[in-house]
């Protein structure tokens, strides 16, 4: 079957990775790929209903005002469609119902959780259990880091992964939870996908650098029940060859850096079952 996988990356507002997520996404194999700026969303000149797989990237989405992604969350939640007959955050509800993937990475991610796209418990994508907020190091982190994948997770995007480095480059990259209760189900459930390790990919650690922002229980990435909707603050589509790596003239190692995979998992698996 000819590949017909068609991607959308939301740009706009502060969001400054777009290019490096649609060019992910072509090199997984992507057929089509828009970077569409909200506006046109909002306007009605582009509609997620066109698409298969929408990417979320990172940024700084309207200065990170009121806390990072929350000015963004309420427009898309608020906002109507042009001629007032639809809202925005409809159109995400139905791309999800619909079996459709979506990828949020940083600010991206930080958007998701507070639309309650993730962890979306029981399915519910409108109320959101989990938040990101200020690095324990009080600053701005850019450093790479070691990932530990959850086997366990039903994450589309890390099938065939037991482990993953990439950088982060956040201010609020700290995952915490509403309350205990929160904490475990997402333990329990799997929602758990990746989490911050030492550098033998051995342990999920708390401890700085390793850990950078100090998230709960070292959670870096989730994703709902269905595997098909995942955030993460590293950047994956900040590694896709070789050469984005830090050590890269100093290790021999694949062409193809393995952020890559990330993107590949999601194409793959729209051209198996969509």
């Known amino acids: 079957m000819a590949n017909r996988v068609r991607s959308i990356v939301i740009t706009g507002n502060g969001t400054n990775c777009e290019m490096e997520m649609a060019h992910a996404c072509r090199l997984a194999g992507s057929a089509k790929v828009d970077i569409v700026h909200i506006s046109e969303l909002l306007y009605g000149e582009k509609r997620l209903d066109d698409y298969h797989f929408l990417n979320l990237p990172g940024g700084f989405l309207d200065g990170d005002d009121l806390g990072s992604a929350k000015a963004g969350a309420n427009r898309i939640i608020h906002a109507d469609i042009k001629g007032g007959r639809e809202k925005l955050y409809a159109q995400f509800v139905k791309f999800i ?3 459709k993937l979506i990828l ?3 600010n991206g991610f930080q958007l998701m959780v507070k639309l309650g796209l993730l962890p979306a418990f029981d399915r519910d994508y409108s109320t959101q259990t989990v938040t990101l907020t200020f690095n324990d190091s009080g600053r701005f982190e850019d450093r790479w880091v070691y990932l530990r994948i959850n086997g366990d997770s039903p994450c589309v995007f890390t099938r065939g992964l037991e482990k993953i480095y990439l950088p982060v480059r956040n201010g609020e990259g700290k995952i915490v939870t509403k309350n205990p209760v929160i ?12 989490q911050y390790s030492d550098e033998n990919y051995e342990r999920a650690t708390m401890d700085y650098p390793d850990n950078p922002n100090g998230s709960v229980d070292a959670i870096a990435g989730i994703c709902d029940e269905t595997g098909r909707i ?3 603050m590293p950047h994956p589509e900040a590694y896709l060859h070789y050469t ?5 003239t100093r290790e021999i190692m694949p062409e193809d850096g393995a952020g890559l995979s990330i993107f590949r998992n999601a194409v793959d698996f729209i051209q198996r079952n969509l």
Do not use: Q, S, Y
């Not at 904490?183 to 990746?194: A, F, Q, W």
């Not at 984005?244 to 890269?248: E, F, Q, T």
């Open 97 to 99: 119902a619909d079996g």
């Open 104 to 106: 949020g990475v940083c």
């Open 183 to 194: 904490l475990e189900k997402l333990h329990t459930n799997n929602h758990i996908v990746m």
């Open 244 to 248: 984005n790596h830090p050590r890269w």
């Open 230 to 232: 995942f955030g993460l």
